[in-house]
């Protein structure tokens, strides 16, 4: 086996690695994400209003990303948050803003289709 059939093998076996964890924790995510909701937690959705009206789960709260930070005070910092977006790029920059808010419990659930029952 020549040295560069080697590394391009030990990068595809990194790859799938990382795209296996990738996808157990997100399940993980969205088992977690799934009791809180039936348990009652906020569900907050950091997509744009436009994005927001075209599709999301009944109940949600629509805060975009841009805003969140200024109108979080309208959440409740002691209940649990799930936060979602289009693709959980977003849900996961507004997790940590949450968390450096004060929150207790908030999860990201990724794209807003996984708090779908």
């Not at 969205?30 to 906020?42: D, E, Q």
């Not at 930070?69 to 002691?78: I, M, N, S, Y």
């Not at 693709?87 to 990201?108: D, E, P």
């Amino acid at each position: 086996m020549t040295r560069d059939a080697f590394v391009r093998g030990a990068l595809i076996a990194v790859a799938a690695g990382l795209l296996v964890a990738r996808r157990l924790r997100s399940r993980a995510a969205r088992r977690r994400a799934a009791a809180l909701i039936a348990a009652g937690a906020a569900v907050v959705d950091v997509r744009s209003p436009s994005e927001f009206a075209a599709g999301s789960r009944p109940g949600s709260l629509n805060l975009p990303l841009d805003r969140l930070a200024a109108e979080c005070g309208r959440l409740d910092r002691e209940k649990p948050v799930v936060v979602c977006c289009a693709s959980g790029a977003r849900s996961a920059a507004a997790a940590g803003i949450l968390k450096a808010k004060g929150f207790k419990t908030v999860v990201n659930a990724g794209p807003w289709t996984n708090t779908l029952d």
